[in-house]
């Protein structure tokens, strides 16, 4: 019984710490929306654009999988639909 507490706090730590990344890698990516160019490899706001948005469409991604996700639950879990 203990070890089932044990392992729950130990799963909600690494939630909340994926969480917390997960919306400061997002400030990252949206913060430098406006600022970033592909044009000239030699200045510091330089990233390949494949790159840029392939990040802002994984963010995106992720959004749209919560979203679907969410409704599913409550589909399910309130039999919505039924």
Known sequence: RIS???IGAIMCIF???ATIFFILLQIRVYGN???FQWKFPTQS???LSIIFYSALGSIIGSYVAIILF???TMI???GIGV
């Open 4 to 6: 089932q507490y044990l």
């Open 15 to 17: 939630g909340v710490a």
């Open 33 to 35: 929306y406006k600022k």
């Open 45 to 47: 706001n330089y990233c």
């Open 70 to 72: 969410s409704t599913v």
């Open 76 to 78: 399910f879990l309130f």
